[in-house]
């Protein structure tokens, strides 16, 4: 019997332990959770200013229509329009390359979350099984244990009857 309940405990001890870990689990998917979406907010908030970006694009462009109508030489005009068109051409190819990777990570981020909040919700209804068993499985012990005392309680009594008994013959 005392085997059983040091048994008993040892199992309670290492699902307590396991019980713990689930929950230290959850808290660190949760920090992490929490890091993704700052990062994610951080990525929009470049995206804005992305678009503020092409608004000075926008501007420079206005600025170098200006600048052709006030050139001296056609000459000097025309290699300073080609250098702008160049210039813009290749923000516009590093806007859109950059705009493809930051939609690639998010991507990527919102798909690693969702993975996440997946495994945090098979973490707890594991958890919350275990739970359950491990309840069901207290009060099996509690019943069995209670059965004992019943039986010692009535060996006990039937010993003093015995040995009442073996006195009066």
Known sequence: METDISEMRNELQSRDGLWRRIQL??????TELLKIKEYKDMQEIQIKHQSSHVQLTEQLENKNTDL???GESE??????LNKI????YR???????EQERMKTEISDLTEELHQKEIT?????EKASLLERQLKMELETK?????KQQLLEFRYQVIKSENTHLKEMV
Not at 25 to 30: A, D, F, M, P, S
Not at 91 to 97: D, G, L, M, V
Not at 142 to 146: A, V
């Open 25 to 30: 689990e959850c808290q660190k998917l949760y």
């Open 68 to 70: 052709l109508l006030l």
């Open 75 to 80: 000459e000097h005009q025309e290699e300073e």
């Open 85 to 88: 068109r160049n210039h813009v």
């Open 91 to 97: 923000k516009e190819q590093s806007y859109c390359s």
């Open 120 to 124: 945090i919700a098979t973490i707890m």
């Open 142 to 146: 509690h019943k069995l244990l209670t």
